[in-house]
C-alpha cells in the first residue's frame, strides 16, 4: 500500500495512463496527443479541464488519482430486479414434452435465484421461439403469469410453467429456446399480503430442499416435472474443466 506522497508520485510517474483502471487504448492515445504520458501528469490536469476534453468518468479518476473518493464500495450487492433462466436447445425441440420440462427446469432455477437473495415473484414470463436466424419456421411467443401471492416456492413456479407450455407449444414448429423470468419481484421481509388469497408456498419445505442441494451439490433434488432425461439440454462437450469446484476434473498424475 502506498501511504507517503513521494511514493505515490514515483509510481504514477512510471504508470502510463493505459495502467490506470478506466483508461483504454483510444483514451490513451488521445491523452498521449495532449501531452499527457504518465498517469502522474494524468493526476496533475485540471479535473473540469479533462471533463470537457473527455468525459465525466475520466474525470473522476483524476479526481481518484488524487485521493478523493468519487465511487464508493458496495457493502453488499444489490438485489436483482429481475432474474432470467433461459438456455438454447442443444438440438430443436418438437414436442410438447420436452418444452414442458425445459420451461420447469428453467422455472426451478428462478425460483432458487429468488430464495437466495430472500424475494418472491408477483408476475412470471414464459417465452418460447424458433431459431431467429432460420431462413423460414420463424415463430415467437411469450406469455404472463401473475400470482394471486408472490412467491418462490419451486411448485409454484413449475407448475405455472407447466400451463404456459400449453399455450407456448404449437406443432411442426422447430423450438430453439425457451426461458422463464420474474419480472415482478418483492422482497419477502415487507410482501403484502392478501386478505381473499392464501399462500400455497411451503417455505419450509423450500428451505429443507435448499440445504441439501447446498450440501450434496446442485439439483441433488428437484422437481420431477423437469424430467430426469434431458435430451434438449445445451451441448457442453466443450466446456472447460472445473478444477477448483469439480473433484473429477483434477488433474490426474499416473506414476
Known amino acids: 500500500m502506498l501511504a507517503e506522497k513521494t511514493q505515490i508520485q514515483r509510481t504514477l510517474q512510471e504508470m502510463s495512463p493505459q495502467d490506470v483502471w478506466g483508461i483504454g487504448r483510444r483514451i490513451a492515445e488521445k491523452l498521449k496527443n495532449s501531452g499527457v504520458r504518465s498517469a502522474w501528469e494524468l493526476a496533475c490536469a485540471a479535473p473540469k479541464s479533462i471533463r470537457k476534453q473527455f468525459s465525466v468518468e475520466i ?36 414436442d410438447h414434452q420436452s418444452l414442458r420440462q425445459a420451461l420447469c427446469w428453467h422455472a426451478e432455477r428462478v425460483a432458487e435465484k429468488l430464495r437466495k437473495q430472500n424475494c418472491t415473484v408477483k408476475t412470471l414470463t414464459l417465452f418460447a421461439h424458433a431459431n431467429p436466424f432460420a431462413a423460414s419456421g420463424h415463430y415467437h411467443k411469450a406469455v404472463q403469469h401473475r400470482f394471486a401471492i408472490a412467491t418462490a416456492d419451486t411448485r409454484m413456479l413449475s407448475e405455472a410453467a407447466g400451463n404456459a407450455a400449453d399455450t407456448l407449444y404449437k406443432e411442426g414448429v422447430l423450438f430453439h429456446k425457451c426461458g422463464v423470468g420474474a419480472i415482478e419481484i418483492q422482497d419477502e421481509d415487507v410482501k403484502q399480503p392478501d386478505l381473499f388469497a392464501q399462500s400455497e408456498g411451503n417455505t419450509k419445505l423450500m428451505a429443507c430442499m435448499d440445504a441439501i442441494n447446498r450440501k450434496y451439490g446442485s439439483s441433488t433434488i428437484g422437481i420431477a416435472a423437469k424430467g430426469d432425461h434431458q435430451p434438449w439440454r445445451m451441448k457442453r462437450a466443450y466446456l472447460s474443466p472445473q478444477y477448483t469446484t469439480n473433484w473429477r476434473h483434477l488433474p490426474q498424475c499416473q506414476c
Do not use: D
Open 59 to 94: 474525470e473522476r479518476t483524476v479526481r481518484e488519482l488524487n485521493g478523493v473518493t468519487c465511487i464508493e464500495w458496495e457493502s453488499h450487492r444489490p438485489k436483482k430486479q429481475q432474474i432470467n433462466a433461459t438456455r438454447a436447445f442443444g438440438h430443436p425441440v418438437t
